[in-house]
């Protein structure tokens, strides 16, 4: 079956760098549209970047010009490199798999990424 593991959360002070890695298995990668999307507590689950099969790449305003969303087919993994962190991003991280942009897809179980002096 379909199983994505993200990994890379943690800790980081305001102004800070983490690079998050999500790794997919049961699934042919490259035909699936990737995707990230965090929640923060009390908020709805939104996206943040995502880049299709075709590696058409999209952002949302929040996180435009300081993360950078990235794939290789050859690992079955896509990647969300994030900069000049900011304590609003705080949140739980996900990575969602779908074939089509329509489709429900795939979920991983969520790394947490903190930003706090």
């Known amino acids: 079956q379909v199983q994505l593991v993200e990994s890379g959360g943690g800790l980081v002070q305001p102004g800070g760098s983490l690079r998050l890695s999500c790794s997919a298995s049961g699934m042919t990668f490259g035909l699936y549209h990737m995707a990230w999307y965090r929640q923060a507590p009390g908020n709805q689950r939104e996206l943040i970047a995502r880049i299709s099969r075709d590696r058409d790449i999209s952002y949302a305003d929040s996180v435009k010009g300081r993360f950078t969303i990235s794939r290789d087919n050859a690992k079955s993994a896509v990647y969300l490199q994030m900069n000049s962190l900011k304590p609003e991003d705080t949140a739980v991280y996900y990575c969602?798999?779908?074939?089509?942009?329509?489709?429900?897809?795939?979920w991983g179980q969520g790394t947490q990424v903190t930003v706090s002096s």
């Open positions: 969602k798999a779908a074939r089509t942009t329509s489709a429900p897809g795939f």
